[in-house]
């Protein structure tokens, strides 16, 4: 199993960046796909960004040019870096692993953004 801590969220103004981090419980180096999803009120939870285990990067295409996905094997935690932020980016953040077959989740960040 895989716990999955996340941290970072908060209230930042339009136009400003903030840096989520997923910390896990156990060593991801053998994590194949670890990402950020997101779930506005009244809205799905939707893909945000992904990394792979060879550091290969999807974003969805409302966040291209303004997030960055990353991994640090040493650490066991992912961050995501939200830069030139809108308020259509308000939402609660969850960290998502798939382990094999099993799919695990942390239990979300809030990030609003707002003036």
């Known amino acids: 199993q895989v716990q999955l801590v996340e941290s970072g969220g908060g209230l930042v103004q339009p136009g400003g960046s903030l840096r989520l981090s997923c910390a896990a419980s156990r060593s991801i180096a053998s994590i194949n796909y670890m990402g950020w999803y997101r779930q506005a009120p009244g809205k799905e939870r939707d893909l945000v960004a992904r990394i792979s285990s060879t550091g290969g990067t999807i974003y969805a295409d409302s966040v291209k040019g303004r997030f960055i996905i990353s991994r640090d094997n040493t650490k066991n935690t992912i961050h995501l870096q939200m830069n030139s932020l809108k308020s259509e980016d308000t939402a609660v953040y969850y960290c998502?692993?798939?382990?094999?077959?099993?799919?695990?989740w942390g239990q979300g960040t809030q990030v609003t953004v707002s003036s």
């Open positions: 998502r692993v798939l382990d094999g077959l099993r799919i695990y």
